[in-house]
């Protein structure tokens, strides 16, 4: 379980890191509205048909430490192919996630096909194909339209935080120039469980800011945090997604 536990932090998982400089941020002031936050962040187009990645991801948790290069292709609202490689040459896992279904198989001979309830149970959050995009490029999971927050400054930044409903409060943070998603969290107490995303910094690119790195922590039973650094970003080219299970993998299956 713990390899499963890996991929689908990778599966999940992106950023994008050039040399580029980071955009400029600035801290919050006072009496800013929900509105003006949620029309701002959303302010943020991203312009693109797709993309492609290559970045670095560092898992580490209670007994485990590695890192591994992660090529990452996005056609955007359709399709998701990650491929996990050991020395940036030697494929160890790979995973297609569609608005339809989450398929993955990694190394050890084993492989899942299904729909989202897996990611969903593993994050603590309902999951679709728009929330797991919208993570992948700093955007939020949720849509903020759709529900009702608290606002707050906490440091410096703008807080938006739901009321706790189904025994689970999400949190967005954003900074003050652009409304650019800083952290969001998901937290549960029974059981005790929480996942926080944050974007320490996003990088211009003409086709709009994209994280320039991600850091992720999680608690259940445990801690696993994962450091992601991209090294390069492209877009609109014309990419295949190339992908089947390889014969004689066993199932796995999760009730």
């Known amino acids: 379980m713990k390899q499963i536990s890996i991929l689908l932090a990778l ?18 002031s006072e009496n800013v509205e929900v509105s003006k936050i949620i029309q701002g962040h959303y302010g943020n187009k991203l312009d693109f048909q797709t993309a492609s990645i290559r970045s670095t991801v560092s898992y580490e948790d209670e007994k485990t430490s590695l890192s591994i290069s ?10 998701i192919l990650v491929t996990a490689r050991a020395l940036g040459l030697i494929t160890v896992a790979k995973a297609l996630i569609t608005p339809e279904r989450v398929s993955f198989y990694s190394k050890d001979g084993r492989y899942f096909d299904g729909d989202y309830r897996l990611l969903s149970k593993w994050l603590g959050t309902d ?28 440091g410096d930044k703008y807080k938006l935080k739901t009321k706790e409903k189904n025994n689970i409060i999400k949190e967005f943070l954003f900074e003050g120039a652009n409304f650019l998603l800083k952290d969001q969290i998901v937290s549960q107490q029974n059981p005790l469980r929480s996942l926080e995303v944050s974007y320490p910094a ?3 690119y003409d086709k709009g800011n994209l994280p ?24 609109d080219e014309k990419l295949s997604f190339p992908y089947s299970i390889p014969e004689g993998y066993e199932q796995i299956i999760i009730d």
């Open 127 to 154: 999951l679709d194909f728009n929330k797991v995009q919208n993570l992948l490029l700093g955007r939020t999971i949720d849509d903020l339209t759709k529900s009702k927050y608290n606002v707050s400054i906490e």
């Open 212 to 235: 320039a790195s991600m850091i992720i922590e999680a608690y259940e039973k445990g801690k696993v945090k994962i450091e992601v650094g991209y090294n390069s970003i492209s877009f």
């Open 11 to 28: 599966v999940i998982l992106v950023s994008c890191k050039s040399k580029q400089a980071v955009v400029a941020e600035q801290g919050a």
């Open 70 to 79: 992660c090529d990452i292709r996005i056609k955007k609202d359709e399709t």
């Open 202 to 204: 996003y990088k211009p």
